[in-house]
């Protein structure tokens, strides 16, 4: 009798929360989308530059379409970018984001 009741219970959670088959969930109304990059025109001053000039701290501007103003740490792939800039220089620049990071590029000094 225990079993039957343990089966009838295991039977009746299955059909409450559906089968566990991968690829099988409603997906209606998801943002499928593969991750991709996107190029924001940018300006700020800069508060602190890594020394190793890979990360720069920069207090940007609004970013319409993207951000509200506030200071965030971006990666740089190119610290020569960063030759004769210091941190309290205004600089404008192009936010490259994407899922899995927050590229400065094309920094220039204002």
Known sequence: ????ICLIALVFS???TGPAVPGRADM?????AP????????QGVVEKIAD???TVSIQNDDIPGYMKAMTMDYKVNRPSELSGIKPGDKI????EA???VM????IKKK
């Open 14 to 16: 299955f059909t409450l």
């Open 103 to 106: 590229l400065a590029k094309n």
């Open 92 to 95: 404008t620049f192009t936010l």
């Open 35 to 42: 991750s991709s990059t996107h190029d924001y025109a940018a």
């Open 52 to 54: 190793d000039k890979k």
């Open 1 to 4: 009798m225990k079993n039957s």
């Open 98 to 100: 994407s899922d899995s």
């Open 28 to 32: 209606t109304g998801m943002n499928m």
